[in-house]
């Protein structure tokens, strides 16, 4: 064998061997939270509130309030986001300023997620007077999501080909009739790339709703966006933070752990399912 | 005809189609209509460096004019002028006149979506967007009002049919037009400019990235739609520019060195340049 063709599969090798770490990983999370978490699932801990102190019953109040604190945070940040990357991609001036303006978006992805929730309190609960409720939870986890959302549509549009773009203006379509039925509908799949990773994110954040949305135990479900609500990371955190019989708790927690993260996956299986439509009418 | 050798010297051009299409014109025919339109005196920058030096050319109605020279010369960049996709270049500059039946494009009272109707343009490589067949062409009807479906039905297959289409996709109008060949894609990107019913099509090396019986059929294409187009198509194959026009026009470093009827060009260049690029002595 000769020496490149050596080098070659250690460099292979290699590869091969971070990629398997990876799912190594991935598999003993999923592995060692359902191997935990499968014994508390049943169709009471899907569909009742808990009961004694926590100890019993189930987490349906809290499944409630995630899927609500996310698909709100998801609606408030879907369209400001994309708005944005529209704007900073196809209209806005290229020179220091949208860089500048770039760098802080992405910057603002590296902010920790207590700094979200502190200024969700400030601004939300406190200033606009929302209180503690989902719409202020929702809000303060779509500003968490926004960074996300607007860099993911950004290389979106960006991917998109000059060419067609030239083509829908070479036919007489102004700019925002290009970008509205031409550029957004090819750049969907990866916009839609952006809003599965924040689902995933906004999903399992505590701290941002530790101020402004989360209550620590609530007998009934949420009456209007101005409702308190429990949420599953809250809820894990409480489970294992507080209470008098932590070996009980500790299942429950796991539990809920399995179904943040099956919610997670079919919230996303969702956007997926768009995803995979769509570049299926848009692709040969 | 296509397999054309590029060296090939040009007396062997007279004996071809070319000296039918030629003879098909009366001789002051050419320059003696109204020209549908006219270039004076454009300048054009991209940002400090000078593209095109003080060009002056008429484009006369239901003719082909192509536009030779070789890569760089301005020729691609002229042509985007004439509908104004220049604008899409920041920084780039722009002085002198562009008249479309003597209205001045370039006055701010010209809005460039209505002008790109008037003139369309079918681009270097195929440009299908991402949808359906049908789509691509009802596209440009659906961005100008049109919003009667049997309407903009009528019209997709009637530009299907002209852009000689029809006959291959009547079956795959669902499917995407990414699934096409190169050739039958830059047919659907004719078919698509000749639904908004321009007067002028603009092709800018169409045949550049396809094989020989596709650009053969694009050229029994443009040779068709010259009966009611005015059509100006820049290409760097010099056989073609012979095959399919009616008016030559030579660049060379953004300068317009010489321009008139096809045969005569080819057979009588005036300038000693043209006839180092058409004897293949550069280029």
């Not at chain 1, 220091?96 to 992405?106: A, C, G, Q």
């Not at chain 1, 620590?216 to 609500?229: A, M, Q, T």
């Not at chain 2, 549908?36 to 593209?51: D, M, P």
Request: include cysteine; charged fraction near 20%; proline fraction near 5%.
């Amino acid at each position: 064998m000769k020496r490149r063709d050596i080098i070659q599969k250690i460099g292979f090798s290699a590869l091969f061997a971070c990629m398997a770490a990876n799912i190594l990983f991935l598999g003993g999370i999923i592995f060692f939270v359902a191997a935990r978490g499968l014994g508390a699932l049943s169709w009471e801990f899907l569909t009742q509130a808990p009961r004694d102190s926590m100890t019993a019953g189930g987490v349906a109040p809290a499944i409630v309030g995630t899927f609500y604190l996310t698909l709100g945070a998801i609606l408030f940040a879907l369209p400001l986001g994309v708005a944005c990357a529209v704007y900073l991609t196809e209209y806005s001036p290229k020179g220091w300023i949208v860089n500048v303006l770039r760098i802080s978006i992405n910057n603002l992805a590296g902010v920790p997620s207590v700094v979200f929730g502190l200024f969700g309190l400030t601004v939300f609960v406190k200033y606009a007077g929302f209180g503690v409720s989902i719409l202020s939870g929702s809000l303060t986890l779509g500003i968490l999501a926004l960074p996300v959302i607007i860099s993911a549509s950004q290389e979106a549009l960006t991917a998109v080909p000059q060419s067609i773009r030239e083509a829908s203006l070479a036919l007489g379509a102004t700019q925002w009739g290009t970008i509205r039925k031409v550029v957004l509908p090819a750049s969907l799949p990866g916009i839609l790339t952006g809003v599965i990773l924040s689902v995933g994110r906004v999903a399992g954040e505590t701290a941002p709703i530790l101020f402004t949305a989360a209550a620590f135990y609530l007998k009934g479900y949420p009456r209007s966006i101005f409702s308190e609500v429990m949420a599953l990371p809250y809820h894990i955190y409480a489970l294992m933070t507080e209470g008098t019989h932590p070996e009980i708790q500790t299942r429950i927690a796991y539990g809920s752990s399995l179904l943040l993260l099956g919610l997670v996956l079919s919230v996303s299986m969702l956007a997926i399912f768009i995803r995979a439509r769509q570049r299926k009418t848009y692709n040969a | 005809m296509h397999n054309m050798n590029i060296a090939e010297p040009p007396p062997s051009l007279a004996s071809g189609p070319v000296a039918v299409n030629v003879n098909s014109l009366g001789e002051a025919d050419v320059f003696g209509a109204e020209p549908k339109i006219s270039a004076r005196g454009v300048n054009f920058y991209y940002g400090a460096k000078r593209a095109l030096n003080g060009i002056n050319i008429d484009f006369t109605p239901r003719r082909v004019t192509a536009i030779i020279g070789p890569s760089g010369c301005g020729k691609s960049t002229f042509i985007r002028l004439l509908n104004r996709m220049h604008e899409l270049v920041p920084g780039s500059r722009l002085e002198g006149e562009i008249l479309l039946d003597g209205l001045d494009i370039l006055s701010p009272a010209c809005d460039a979506a209505e002008l790109r109707k008037r003139v369309g343009m079918v681009f270097q490589k195929p440009n299908p967007f991402p949808k359906s067949v049908f789509e691509n062409v009802a596209y440009g009807l659906e961005v100008n009002g049109f919003t009667e479906r049997n309407l903009i039905e009528e019209k997709v297959i009637d530009s299907l049919k002209k852009a000689a289409l029809w006959g291959e996709i009547k079956d795959r109008l669902r499917d995407s037009a990414l699934g096409l060949s190169g050739g039958q894609q830059q047919r659907l990107c004719i078919a698509r400019c000749l639904a908004v019913s321009p007067e002028v099509i603009l092709f800018d090396e169409p045949c550049a990235s396809l094989d020989p019986i596709s650009t053969a059929k694009i050229e029994e294409l443009i040779l068709e739609l010259k009966r009611d187009y005015t059509i100006v198509i820049v290409t760097h194959n010099m056989q073609q520019a012979a095959r399919v026009s009616d008016q030559t026009a030579f660049f060379l470093m953004g300068d317009l060195v010489e321009t008139g009827r096809t045969d005569r060009i080819f057979k009588a260049p005036r300038d000693k340049r043209t006839e180092d690029y058409i004897t293949g002595r550069f280029g």
